[in-house]
């Protein structure tokens, strides 16, 4: 059978994406083909794109999707033709209508979890999950800081931290990204565009600062991170959508009040095949229950993804971004 898939031959913006038509060979062993239904856009492809994560050249884009399995290989157990499942990675080319990947890296999905739910929270969502309970151990009644809280990840960090009692300060560049961020339950809003972000949480917090900022931004807000944490405080530096964060000198750390910094990734907390099954549960029980919503803020045929990496990286989208086949 024939499949479409995105290409990338150079790093560089958006216009090195490529669509190329190939034949799609039998699943081999361990691997099943998967006939997609929905592709979530994140950061991280841009991050590929960009080359600020290298990847090998050709090659394909985009880590998570939803569908349908098509035809099983040898030796797969657990899975069979047609069965809904999502992945979220780590082998790259989501872009595409219909693709062979190993069987485990799948996550079969409840019957109450749509396929586009799937593809706009698997990734973003597991990433709330244990960047809020597992890497920073946020705890009832701590004062937080989440940059770009009207984003995908930054909307479900807002809702999972409200529903595990944490008090939320969200910085957004504009009202319409401040109206969704309290919409998610943001106790306080930082304009970023027009306030001093550290001065403003210093208010907030009575001079104390936050217990953990969760800054997906990079380079751009990390001297706000550094000066918006409290004495011993944790900043998780999970993102690199303005810029990587290079050159840090660790002396400012202790100069700023003996900080703690993470820079920590999903996948080194999704390696164990029981931490994935408990991760992918707890999330799909926090949408179940409503203490999360998704939120799809726009959506794009699959073949112009060159367009909606420019509207990610100018900013113009909210909440989580879908790719249809």
């Known amino acids: ?55 090998d050249l050709p090659g394909g884009l985009g880590l998570e999707a939803a569908g349908i399995v098509e035809a099983v290989g040898e030796g797969v157990e657990g899975l069979s033709v047609g069965d809904r499942v999502a992945t979220f990675g780590p082998a790259r080319g989501a872009y595409a209508d219909i693709r062979n990947l190993p069987a485990a890296s799948l996550f079969r999905l409840p019957e109450d979890i749509s396929d586009d739910v799937a593809a706009a929270a698997l990734l973003k969502g597991c990433t709330t999950e244990f960047l809020v309970e597992r890497c920073a151990r946020v705890e009832p009644g701590q004062a937080v800081l989440v940059h770009a809280a009207a984003g995908g990840v930054g909307l479900l960090l807002v809702q999972w931290l409200k529903a595990v009692g944490a008090t939320v300060i969200g910085t957004v560049s504009s009202e319409e990204k401040a109206a969704l961020a309290r919409g998610a339950g943001a106790d306080h809003i930082v304009i970023y565009t027009r306030e001093d972000t550290a001065r403003r949480v210093r208010e907030l917090t009575g001079g104390a600062g936050v217990r953990v900022v969760f800054d997906g931004v990079g380079l751009d807000t990390w001297e706000a991170s550094l000066d918006s944490t409290g004495r011993r405080g944790l900043i998780v530096s999970y993102g690199n959508a303005s810029a990587p964060v290079t050159g840090v000198n660790l002396g400012i750390l202790a100069a700023k009040g003996s900080l703690y910094s993470t820079r920590p990734t999903l996948f080194d907390y999704y390696a164990d095949p029981a931490e ?36 990610l990286e100018n900013r113009a989208t909210t909440g989580s971004t879908l790719l249809l086949p």
């Not at 990338?8 to 190329?20: D, L």
């Not at 992918?280 to 909606?308: H, N």
């Open 276 to 311: 994935r099954e408990a991760g992918a549960a707890r999330l799909w029980q926090m949408i179940r229950v409503g203490k999360v919503k998704v939120t799809i803020g726009q959506t794009y045929p699959l073949d112009q993804a060159e367009q909606a990496h420019r509207d």
């Open 1 to 55: 059978m024939q499949a479409r898939q995105a290409i990338i031959r150079s790093n560089g913006g958006p216009e090195v994406i490529e669509w190329q038509t190939v034949e799609l060979s039998a699943p081999g062993p361990g691997e099943v083909t998967l006939r997609q239904t929905a592709v979530g856009l994140n950061y991280i492809d841009t991050y590929h794109r960009r080359g600020i994560y290298p990847v």
